[in-house]
């Protein structure tokens, strides 16, 4: 008989990420982006990821019994893990940001697929970002003459005013180091790190209308957490879009009466094939999410829910709430 012999929990090895916040929309992705990245480096191990309140918030706990514990070498090894990661030159491919036409969209996924046999495990990862950026099935008006892919919610530029989403992936991806990466999983975010050019906008703090800073902040350096930022990216394949009727949906995403995005936390050591079917339940995307005692069931001891707002010509989102 053949198969996986589970690895005892006590036998695993716990590393507790000390410096994300299940709440922040940018840590918990920098979270499932850490724990893809472990599972495909650790794929034997069985890497598993939980979260627990400590300090007041919701902490998450891998877990695997080939970790390395000490912070610096596990950070030294996911920094040369994401050093050359299998999506970049899908990310040159795309261009700056997410204004393909249909056609374009669907021939870039045809030359992924086209190179299947060169290396299928990059294939594979270049073809789930695709699925998670957009689809080339919709299109939505653009101009009198070209009309454009419909595209992820958690896109949040798209070229006005200097901001790209994709081209400032590539600027995170090319300048995020080990110590960066330590900041982000370890220690309590002090947002010392350049931010122009440098951040997605997925941390509620990216909100940074004038009347809510001191310093007018056109002329206020922005600064932002750039290994969360980083890490994030690597979350974007767990949450594939899908054409639903006329309209794109995103896992997780609700766009109705605007757009809210709701995530949950559970206190299981979960893997991460069943962690992606929890992203994808369906109460998530609804008003009104599961009883108490369904969620229970599932293991969730809480859903975040987070509204994507546009303020000016930038996407941001809101300070998460517990639903």
Same mark, same amino acid.
């Given at each position: ?60 706990? %891998? ?44 021939? %870039? ?17 270049? %073809? ?22 419909? +595209? ?40 010392? +790190? ?130």
């Amino acid at each position: 008989m053949s198969g996986n012999i589970e690895t005892p929990a006590s036998l695993k090895k716990s590393i507790v990420l000390h410096g994300l916040d299940g709440s922040n929309p940018l840590g918990y992705l920098s979270a499932l982006g850490t724990h893809r990245i472990c599972s495909q480096w650790y794929r034997e191990a069985q890497v598993t990821m939980r979260w627990s309140i400590i300090d007041g918030s919701w902490r998450p706990i %891998l877990e695997s019994p080939d970790f390395e514990t000490d912070a610096q070498s596990f950070c030294k090894r996911l920094s040369s893990r994401l050093a050359d990661p299998p999506q970049f030159n899908l990310l040159e491919a795309i261009g700056d940001n997410l204004t393909l036409s249909p056609s374009d969209f669907a021939s %870039l996924a045809t030359s992924q697929l086209n190179q299947a046999n060169a290396n299928q495990q990059d294939t594979k990862t270049a %073809l789930s970002f695709l699925a998670a950026f957009g689809t080339d099935a919709l299109a939505q008006s653009h101009s009198k003459d070209r009309s454009q892919m419909q +595209d992820t919610a958690l896109r949040t530029m798209s070229g006005a005013g200097h901001q790209h989403f994709i081209k400032f992936m590539r600027e995170i991806i090319a300048n995020t180091d080990a110590s960066q990466l330590h900041a982000t999983l370890f220690q309590p975010w002090m947002y010392e +790190d350049e931010g122009r050019g440098m951040n997605l906008r997925w941390d509620p703090i990216d909100d940074r209308r004038y009347a809510m800073r001191w310093k007018n902040p056109s002329s206020d350096a922005s600064s932002s957490m750039r290994g969360a930022n980083r890490l994030a990216i690597e979350a974007m394949p767990l949450f594939p879009t899908a054409p639903m009727a006329n309209k794109l949906e995103t896992t997780g995403f609700r766009v109705y009466k605007g757009a809210f995005w709701s995530w949950p936390i559970w206190d299981c050591r979960l893997e991460l094939p069943v962690i992606q079917s929890l992203l994808n339940r369906p109460f998530l995307s609804r008003q009104n999410t599961a009883t108490s005692s369904e969620l229970k069931e599932l293991g969730i001891s809480a859903v975040f829910r987070s509204q994507r707002i546009t303020v000016g010509k930038f996407r941001n989102f809101t300070p998460a709430k517990t639903v």
